[in-house]
């Protein structure tokens, strides 16, 4: 995955544009109001999403599997940004707890045994009480069901990507071990891209209890 995703970064191509999405500025705001100021971004791409947390003075630790794509949030947020290099599903990569962890269209990449270690040890890795926030795409999203389909509700879509897509039942199926406090439907403008219709998301909210 690495190397799909170098290419995918080619060039320091930032493929969604340079603005947050419209999750990462909600949880920004409730982290502020809950005063988490230590947070933990698995696979924070070149950062637009860690970029809002920066600049409201949120330390931010990443992990992103693209030698490319850590340049790029290197040269575009801070060149002290903390990021370790490697694979979601090779966590942890430090021994630090956090307050807060948000994770954006990172988990329904993985398959049903790398889904349930990555929660587990984004859970682990929170101090008590800690928050920890999903973005995964929805089964109402257009795509659903186009590509080769690899198991229930996985499709491997036109870019090479295996997606899983989520609904109610596998969302608690899933997290309710972890804390699960609530889930939503949301609309996430497609924002780089003009008359694209927002992607069908859920916003997944947990909270360490143990």
């Not at 069901?145 to 036109?158: M, N, T, Y």
């Not at 939503?184 to 209890?209: A, T, Y």
Request: overall charge positive; proline content about 2%.
């Amino acid at each position: 995955m690495s190397e799909f995703w170098d290419e995918t970064f080619k060039g320091e191509k930032m493929i969604w544009g340079q603005e947050s999405s419209n999750s990462a500025i909600i949880i920004k705001d409730f982290f502020l109001e809950h005063n988490v100021t230590d947070i933990l971004i698995p696979g924070i791409g070149y950062g637009r999403n860690a970029k809002v947390f920066c600049d409201n003075a949120i330390n931010v630790t990443g992990i992103e599997i693209s030698k490319l794509a850590i340049k790029l949030a290197r040269k575009n947020i801070s060149k002290d940004i903390q990021i370790h290099r490697g694979s979601v599903t090779e966590m942890p990569f430090d021994t630090k707890n956090y307050k807060g962890i948000y994770c954006y269209s990172v988990i329904h990449l993985l398959n049903k045994y790398e889904r349930k270690s990555f929660i587990n040890n984004c859970y682990k890795q929170l101090f008590f009480d800690g928050y920890m926030f999903f973005i995964v795409v929805s089964k109402k999203a257009n795509m659903f069901g186009e590509g080769e389909k690899l198991s229930k509700d996985r499709f491997k879509i036109k870019n090479g990507l295996k997606v899983f897509f989520y609904d109610e039942e596998s969302i608690k199926k899933e997290f309710n071990n972890f804390g699960l406090i609530s889930f939503e439907e949301i609309d996430e403008p497609v924002k780089h891209m003009k008359n694209e219709p927002p992607l069908k998301c859920f916003l997944i909210k947990c909270q360490r209890n143990e």
